[in-house]
């Protein structure tokens, strides 16, 4: 029994110039989510989305409202539309778009959140210098062995479980460097992702800890509908499991392949990526071929 549409809603990293399709800068609705943006952020974020360089939309900051702006804008759209997904999850940032489209708050609410995470996040990313390495054709099994045998001597922690195939190992320059040529050495590839910082480790405790102070003093409703969440990769049910969820998930890895593997099991079908491009759909059906994926744009008729 297939359950009905999911929604799925990337994160950092999907980021692109370029990344605003044509209709979301024709629609009113839209056009709206990107005006709260760029009140809440002081800057043109429709702009910054549309023809920034390249380097300014991956800073911690401006990247995460950048791509919840979108994601969002897509979600007014499809509302406008008349879709309605049963399921939703999202990616790291793109969970925070997703407690939004299962109405635990509002859209503004969304970005006031968004922008204030950015910002603690940024603040973790210059004192804590680290990076990310994507780790593809090893298990997460034999990746946490390999980290595991390196923690004694690096900072160096799990930090995506993506797919089947793909995980994300983050921490110090040292360690990953150690990590790079055991990779190899193990017959799997390795690619260094181009952001700056250990992200879903502990180096990043004190954003967590102020995000967790700004979900204390909003007003957060039950989801209205099924919301899987990365920390843990279960379904969350009540508005104390959203925020714990939300705030946790900052420091803790991204169990995304876990996530994916429930919205299989309920029997979610189509699954739509609603955001910057499709990362997520083009991982989903590497394990799964058989899935129905597709963008926002193609059920609202736009090519962007």
């Given at each position: ?79 406008r539309e008349g879709f309605r997904a049963e399921a939703v999850a999202g990616h790291s ?212």
């Amino acid at each position: 029994m297939r359950m009905g549409m999911a929604y799925v809603f990337p994160g950092q990293g999907s980021q692109h110039p370029g990344m605003v399709s044509d209709v979301l800068k024709r629609e009113k609705d839209s056009r709206l989510v990107f005006d709260i943006a760029s009140d809440i952020a002081g800057a043109d974020i429709l702009r910054l989305c549309d023809n920034a360089d390249h380097d300014l939309i991956k800073r911690t900051d401006y990247c995460q409202i950048c791509v919840a702006a979108v994601s969002l804008a897509w979600l007014q759209l499809l509302r406008r539309e008349g879709f309605r997904a049963e399921a939703v999850a999202g990616h790291s940032l793109g969970e925070y778009c997703a407690a939004c489209a299962a109405g635990c708050f509002e859209v503004e609410e969304a970005l006031r959140l968004i922008w204030a995470r950015g910002q603690a996040m940024l603040e973790c990313a210059l004192s804590s210098p680290g990076s990310m390495l994507a780790i593809v054709g090893m298990s997460m099994e034999e990746t946490f062995r390999l980290v595991r045998d390196l923690s004694d001597d690096y900072f160096i922690h799990l930090a995506n479980h993506n797919s089947l195939t793909q995980t994300v190992v983050a921490g110090e320059e040292k360690g990953l460097e150690v990590l790079e040529k055991k990779v190899r050495r193990g017959g799997a590839r390795s690619v260094r992702l181009k952001v700056k910082g250990a992200f879903h480790t502990p180096a990043f405790t004190r954003a967590k800890e102020a995000v967790e102070e700004r979900l204390g003093n909003m007003v957060i409703k039950d989801p209205s509908i099924t919301f899987f969440s990365g920390y843990g990769g279960t379904e969350v049910r009540d508005a104390a499991e959203v925020a714990h969820s939300l705030a946790s998930g900052i420091d803790s890895p991204v169990l995304w392949w876990e996530v994916q593997r429930r919205l299989m099991e309920i029997g979610s079908d189509p699954q739509v990526e609603v955001g910057p491009g499709k990362v997520l759909c083009n991982m989903a059906i590497r394990d799964y071929p058989n899935l129905r994926v597709c963008h926002a744009s193609d059920l609202v008729g736009s090519t962007g």
